[in-house]
Nanobody, 122 residues
């Protein structure tokens, strides 16, 4: 599967952004989807994931209550709505397609997009 993330940009602290990830190449609706992020000098970390049906979602503690993951299987797209952004949310955000295992580890995802930069100014 090919993944194309978009929607990143520069936003002030407290603001909002919505990331999108368009998928092509295989049956999008059959797999979980996730978002990860990597800040400068840090390892990539889990942000959020959603099951193939959208019935279950998973979030890192650091974004619970502020970020919302959703998907539209008719458009082969997964979204990440980010509200109340903080400077520590600054990172490159990657979307990923699940490989049928779990939902929160990098090893649970087999295909990755190119990343989109999110910068939050304080």
């Amino acid at each position: 599967v090919q993944l194309q993330a978009s929607g990143g940009g520069l936003v002030q602290a407290g603001g909002s952004l919505r990331l999108s990830c368009a998928a092509s190449g295989r049956t999008f609706g059959a797999y979980a989807m996730g978002w990860f992020r990597q800040a400068p000098g840090k390892e990539r970390e889990f942000v959020a994931a959603i099951t193939w049906s959208g019935s279950s979602t998973y979030y890192a503690d650091s974004v619970k209550g502020r970020f919302t993951i959703s998907r539209d299987n008719t458009k082969n797209t997964v979204y990440l709505q980010m509200n109340s952004l903080k400077s520590e949310d600054t990172a490159v955000y990657y979307c990923a397609a699940g490989n049928g295992l779990g939902h929160t580890r990098e090893a649970d995802f087999g295909s990755w997009g190119q990343g989109t930069q999110v910068t939050v100014s304080s």
